[in-house]
């Protein structure tokens, strides 16, 4: 089935309009890829992802890097039943120690940026040469967190949004594209 922005799909019995297509999500990786390759060539990276949004986004983005690195995970919650709590809670950290190598941490969506925030001070003290983020979908919200982004795939509209790792309450995280459901 071709995944087009704007169709709208039916998930589950939720009609979900498609925002970004598969094509689309693939091209745009290929695009940062080459970026941050560009950018990183000869270095030691360890790209770090943050779980549970950002696993597919993060095994798609390292296979357009052509350069070796190293990859781990850590792993955050901030929200309960799809309501962000305010709190930023860490429920597990890297496995391997990333002290004097480039660290690019990797999120599924960057919005007030409290979560990415928490996460880069808590990175800081674990002495990385250079630490930047890249980000799948960044939706601006007025919380000036723009600035701590260095590369993002797309800018997402103000919905909240499901599919290629993001979810509403755990599900819908292997949609291959990126929706938001309709709003009734």
Known sequence: MAYKPGAMVKVDGRSVEVLFGPAEINARLQVLG????TQYRGRDLVVVGVLKGAFIFMSDLVRHIGIPLACDFLRVASYDHDQSTG??????????????????????????????????AHLKTKQPRSLK???????ETGAKSRGLVDYTAFECPQRFVV??????????????????FQEV
Do not use: C, N, W
Not at 34 to 37: D, G, S, V, Y
């Open 87 to 120: 709190i930023v809670r860490m429920e597990f950290d890297m496995t391997q120690p990333v002290e004097g190598k480039d660290v690019l941490l990797v999120e599924d969506i960057v919005d007030s940026g409290r979560t990415l925030r928490h996460l880069l």
């Open 34 to 37: 080459r970026e941050i390759e």
């Open 163 to 180: 599919g290629y790792g993001l979810d509403s309450e755990g599900l819908y995280r292997s949609l291959p594209f990126i929706g938001a």
């Open 133 to 139: 983020v890249a980000t799948l979908l960044f939706k």
